[in-house]
């Protein structure tokens, strides 16, 4: 790593976790860092912590495992260095097969090593508009303000966006303990991890009934209602058709309720949201059901008929812009270089993800600064993958994307289905080592 501190100066607007990242990479590589964070001075409708690399979304960082194209990401990430990672790590929680975090301890840590870092200087106060000149990275994240906003369009041109949806948190005191069971699905991780409630077909009936007349908080009348597949709203997928939460976020497969012996017609997951075991997240419920809606249909859930709700939860318009026709697989705006963007706002969609693309933009801004050229991931790592995926994939029909095996290179002859997967990843941590070496040399 280069330690000495470099004249040019990284000016990084968001306080996020691609942000966070970012400037952490940047300034373990002796570049000093200008960090802009809004909060505490104002927050989105979605933020309410002052600290930095605020959760909002789940407590969830998804699977742990390398049989998952996330797993894979998260161990290229913690081999890179990541902070993000090391964060994860310092305070995970149980959660079966998946890495899941106590948001608030994730937060803090994040918060304290870039508050306490000697060349970054971290600056509270809405950036509304972009440096004319000079380094930057633009990581403001999904939930830009709108004077940001605009000078980014103005920079960009055309925006997309759709609807992000917060899932509701119980406290665990408050549930009915009779009506429910521990299980990890088909049994991974400890029992303990998950609670699960039992529905039988009746009962779903009528939730789903439920949630097919509730009311929902509209859209501005300017505004297009479009929704990530990966986060849609319960009640968008009930609409879908009445078994469609059976086969989603409510089914029952690999889940035996040890009072009968068998598996429930459907199942509301909950997942364990802090390390205290206080509160508890519901898996996969994110919803636009107004407030008052949210306070009226959830008790109709077994076990939930008393339950204090932590969060209940909301939507938010989520902004990014088509990477694939704006930026290059180093992070660069193409019409303007000495920007770069990092986060969701380029179109990754995902915690880690959007960790990982900070990553890469923080790397690629201190080899600009230290006068080294940017330089890619291997198109065969998971990060690369991604990364290579929202830059160069058809801009006409651009939309946010996870990491998963299906953005990878094919292997090389013939690979038998059940070893695709490990194969993919050893090959990926593979070319991920000399890619390491060199970023670390420059």
């Known amino acids: 790593m280069n330690n000495l501190t470099n004249s040019i100066t990284l000016t990084i607007i968001g306080g996020g976790l691609a942000g966070c990242e970012a400037a952490w990479q940047a300034a373990i590589r002796g570049v000093p860092v200008v960090l802009h964070e809004m909060k505490p001075d104002r927050f989105s409708p979605a933020h309410h912590s002052p600290l930095l690399a605020e959760l909002v979304c789940s407590n969830s960082l998804r699977g742990a495992d390398l049989a998952n194209a996330v797993g894979l990401l998260k161990e290229e990430l913690r081999r890179l260095g990541s902070l993000f990672m090391q964060a994860a790590d ?4 149980p ?5 899941a975090v106590d948001r608030d301890q994730f937060a803090a840590f994040i918060t304290e090593r870039i508050a306490s870092h000697p060349l970054i200087d971290l600056v509270r106060g809405e950036a509304t508009e972009i440096p004319a000149d000079g380094l930057t990275v633009i990581a403001s994240g999904p939930l830009t303000s709108d004077a940001l906003a605009a000078g980014i369009s103005r920079l960009t041109g055309d925006y997309l966006y759709f609807y992000d949806a917060i899932a509701p948190i119980v406290e665990a005191a408050s549930l009915d303990m009779a009506k429910l069971f521990r299980a990890s699905r088909y049994g991974k991780g400890d029992s303990d991890d998950y609670l699960n409630i039992p529905l039988d077909e009746a009962g779903y009936n009528a939730f789903v009934d439920a949630l097919l007349a509730a009311e929902k908080v509209p859209a501005r009348d300017f505004e297009k ?6 986060c849609m709203p319960i009640e968008e997928l009930a609409a879908r058709g009445r078994e469609t939460l059976r086969f989603g976020p409510m089914k029952p497969v690999g889940l035996v309720d040890p009072r009968t012996g ?3 017609h459907a199942v509301v997951q909950l997942r364990l949201e802090n390390r205290e075991g206080s509160l508890y997240n519901l898996v996969g419920f994110q919803t636009k059901l107004t407030w008052p809606e949210q306070r009226r249909i959830l008790p109709l859930i077994p076990g939930l008929g008393r339950a204090d709700f932590a969060r209940l939860g909301s939507m938010h318009r989520n902004t990014f812009i088509n990477a694939s026709a704006l930026l290059t697989p180093t992070c660069q705006l193409r019409s303007e270089p000495r920007i770069l963007f990092a986060g969701q706002i380029t179109g990754v ?3 880690v993800e959007s960790a990982g693309s900070g990553f890469l933009a923080g790397i690629n801004a201190a080899r600009i600064a230290t006068g080294a050229a940017p330089l890619p991931p291997p198109p065969t790592t998971a990060l690369g993958a991604l990364v290579n995926h929202i830059t160069t994939c058809d801009p006409a029909h651009f939309q946010p994307m996870n990491v998963n095996y299906g953005l990878f290179p094919p292997l090389p002859g013939r690979v038998h289905k059940k070893e695709r997967r490990a194969r993919l990843a050893e090959r990926a941590l593979a070319d991920l080592a000399p890619w390491q070496a060199e970023i670390a040399s420059a």
């Open 262 to 264: 068998a598996e429930p």
């Open 225 to 230: 209602m479009v929704h990530f597949e990966g």
């Open 90 to 93: 310092a305070t995970k929680v």
């Open 349 to 351: 969609e995902g915690y």
């Open 95 to 99: 959660a079966g097969g998946a890495l």
